[in-house]
């Protein structure tokens, strides 16, 4: 399925569907948190990082019903988002650049959450996904240490994953089913660790202003 007709099916969906799937891609790119590199020096990116994923999972957790605190909560995090992305040095270590593209990728996601009409902006982020999943696989092909990475098709498994993620929420909403987030989420986290783990083994401490 091309992104043309996923769109297609995320153009049927009802807000909270939409919003979830936006969510989801947030949670399979900027779970990168974990990555030691992070400290001393990016510990702001790394806890905004970590509060995007919170509450990209709180957003698919809270089902069809609207939830004015997740509104305000979006609406917070994106401010800061924005604060921690302005500070940042565009001439600094290579790895703050690559923390601040999924910021980035982060603030799309929450400016859709917030206007989930505007579906050019959901394109935008499956669009952003896409770019990061094929840097992730040239990255792991270039620089894993040893060259000893098994290659990882991430552009492919981004697709499924989103096609999978529309099919299934639209699913959800022609059955009148409730939705159980779990199996969304364990999807998305499963691609996660993938992909932070080619981001944490090909960035060096030296790329991160530690030596």
């Known amino acids: 399925m091309s992104l043309t ?15 979830c ?24 990116h790394r806890e905004h990082l970590s509060r995007s994923v919170d509450l990209a999972t709180r957003i698919c957790r809270q089902g069809t019903e ?12 994106r401010v800061s988002l ?10 600094g270590p290579p790895f703050e650049t690559e923390v601040v593209d ?12 917030a206007a989930p009409d505007e579906l050019d902006e959901l394109q935008e982020v499956f669009e952003r ?3 990061l999943a094929e840097a992730a696989r040239e990255m792991g092909e270039r620089d894993f240490p040893g060259g000893e990475w ?13 096609h999978a993620d529309l099919a299934e929420l639209r699913s959800i909403q022609q059955g009148g089913r409730d939705p159980n987030p779990a199996n969304l989420l364990s999807r998305s ?3 996660a660790r993938q992909y932070a783990d080619v981001v944490e083994k090909c960035y060096s401490d030296e790329d991160a202003g530690r030596s």
């Open 5 to 19: 007709d996923d769109m297609r099916q995320a153009s049927r969906l009802d807000t909270w569907a939409r919003q």
């Open 21 to 44: 799937a936006a969510a989801l891609v947030l949670v399979r790119y900027c779970n990168l948190h974990e990555d030691p590199k992070f400290s001393p020096w990016f510990e702001q």
């Open 66 to 77: 609207r939830s004015a605190e997740i509104e305000d909560d979006v609406a917070a995090l």
């Open 82 to 91: 924005g604060e921690v992305i302005d500070g940042s040095d565009p001439d």
């Open 102 to 113: 999924h910021l980035v990728l982060a603030t799309e996601v929450l400016d859709f959450v």
């Open 129 to 131: 996904a896409e770019e």
């Open 150 to 162: 098994e290659v990882v098709d991430f552009v492919g498994l981004e697709n499924e994953a989103r």
């Open 189 to 191: 986290e499963s691609l």
